[in-house]
């Protein structure tokens, strides 16, 4: 399975943007990006995908580099609630690809 | 609809115990998942169910742990023995067919003492 880097932490001052990078240089064409995120003491939870166009949700932005060996969550203006680990997810859409395997990830604190 | 539920949200147990963890997944989702965190080795699949038939449990520690879902809307995870090196927080997560996205539920923070 393709592997994904991210930064162990990271910091940001409240209503700031955030940006959370990830690198996933042995991507295949196959691969989606997903990002999911685990706030304190509580399951992980959604955020969003891509496979090679940049998306936007109610929650984020993901920018995905032009060769998609490496992307980036936006969080565009950071609140205390969205404190937590970050999990850059690599994705393999096929019938054995139903598995996310889940890195170390990024814990994002949020600074008032 | 109430998300992914399991039960209990804490166990403590003594080792040699049986444990049995339940898990009720989104209604109408074809896919469930366990996982186990501990600050060790993080967040792992164990085993994975689509349509009640186990596809991937290759995560699965040793013969000590077994899983089940006998119908759509019910799964247990079963440690027998349980060792104090099971203690972890086990998650539930469930998904339909047609998406990418897993929930989960709020997990079962085990202690095995």
């Known amino acids: 399975d393709a592997k994904t880097t991210q930064p162990n932490s990271m910091e940001s001052n409240e209503e700031e943007p955030v940006h959370l990078p990830c690198n996933h240089s042995?991507?295949?064409?196959?691969?989606?990006i997903h990002w999911y995120r685990q706030l304190p003491s509580q399951g992980p939870e959604y955020v969003i995908h891509?496979?090679?166009s940049n998306v936007n949700n109610r929650m984020a932005s993901l920018a995905i580099a032009e060769d998609r060996k490496s992307s980036t969550l936006i969080l565009h203006r950071a609140t205390l609630r969205d404190a937590a680990v970050y999990y850059c997810?690599?994705?393999?859409?096929?019938?054995?690809?139903?598995?996310?395997?889940f890195g170390g990830g990024t814990r994002l604190m949020v600074k008032p | 609809d109430a998300g992914v539920i399991q039960s209990p949200r804490h166990e403590v147990t003594e080792m040699g115990q049986e444990v049995t963890l339940r898990c009720k997944p989104i209604?109408?989702?074809?896919?469930l998942f366990w996982y186990r965190q501990t600050m060790m080795r993080g967040l792992e699949l164990l085993i994975y169910?689509?349509?009640?038939?186990?596809?991937?449990d290759s995560g699965m520690p040793e013969d000590r742990f077994s899983a089940k879902m006998p119908n759509a809307s019910f799964s247990t995870l079963k440690i027998q023995p349980s060792e104090p090196r099971d203690s972890a927080v086990y998650f539930c997560?469930?998904?339909?067919?047609?998406?990418?996205?897993?929930?989960f539920g709020p997990g079962t923070r085990l202690t095995v003492l």
């Open positions: 042995t991507i295949s064409g196959t691969d989606y």
């Open positions: 997810i690599l994705h393999r859409n096929n019938n054995a690809g139903n598995m996310l395997t």
């Open positions: 209604s109408g989702h074809d896919y």
């Open positions: 997560a469930s998904r339909s067919g047609t998406d990418n996205e897993q929930f």
């Open positions: 891509g496979l090679t």
């Open positions: 169910f689509n349509n009640n038939v186990p596809i991937d």
